[in-house]
C-alpha cells in the first residue's frame, strides 16, 4: 500500500528525492514518516509530517539538508534529500501512522503501514 521509490547512487553533495505513494486506501488524514536502516544498524528515523504539512519533524543529523512533504491530491510524500553525505548510505522506508492518531511521531513503533524500501548510496 505504501510504495517507496527515487533511491539511487549519487556522489557526496549530490541529491535525490525519494517518494512514497500510497494505493489501496488513503493516507491523506495520515501522519507520515520516513525512516532508515544501514547495514548492522537499528531502523532510524529520519523525518515525519503531519497530516497537512502544518508540522515536520526531523532527526538532528539531517536537518537543513532533507525536507519532507506531501501532496495529499497525489497521495505521495516526499524526501528531498541534498548535500548527502556518505553517513547517509541506508535503505529508506516510509510509513504511516492510522489516521486517528494525528500526532506526528519520531518512534517507528507508532508507526502502522510501512513501504519496502528504497535503497540510498552516497560515495565519497
Known amino acids: 500500500q505504501l510504495q517507496a521509490s527515487g533511491g539511487g547512487s549519487v556522489q557526496a553533495g549530490g541529491s535525490l528525492r525519494l517518494s512514497c505513494a500510497a494505493s489501496?486506501?488513503?493516507?491523506?488524514?495520515?501522519?507520515m514518516g520516513w525512516f532508515r536502516q544501514a547495514p548492522g544498524k537499528a531502523r532510524e528515523f529520519v523525518a515525519a509530517?503531519?497530516?497537512?504539512?502544518?508540522?515536520?519533524s526531523y532527526t538532528d543529523s539531517v536537518k537543513g539538508r532533507f525536507t519532507i512533504s506531501r501532496d495529499n491530491a497525489k497521495n505521495t510524500v516526499y524526501l528531498q534529500m541534498n548535500s548527502l553525505k556518505p553517513e547517509d548510505t541506508a535503505v529508506y522506508y516510509c510509513?504511516?501512522?492510522?489516521?486517528?492518531?494525528?500526532?506526528?511521531?519520531?518512534?517507528?513503533?507508532?508507526?502502522?503501514?510501512w513501504g519496502q524500501g528504497t535503497q540510498v548510496t552516497v560515495s565519497s
Open positions: 489501496g486506501r488513503t493516507f491523506s488524514s495520515a501522519v
Open positions: 510509513a504511516a501512522r492510522r489516521p486517528d492518531n494525528r500526532a506526528v511521531a519520531t518512534r517507528d513503533g507508532f508507526y502502522d503501514y
Open positions: 509530517i503531519s497530516w497537512n504539512g502544518g508540522s515536520t
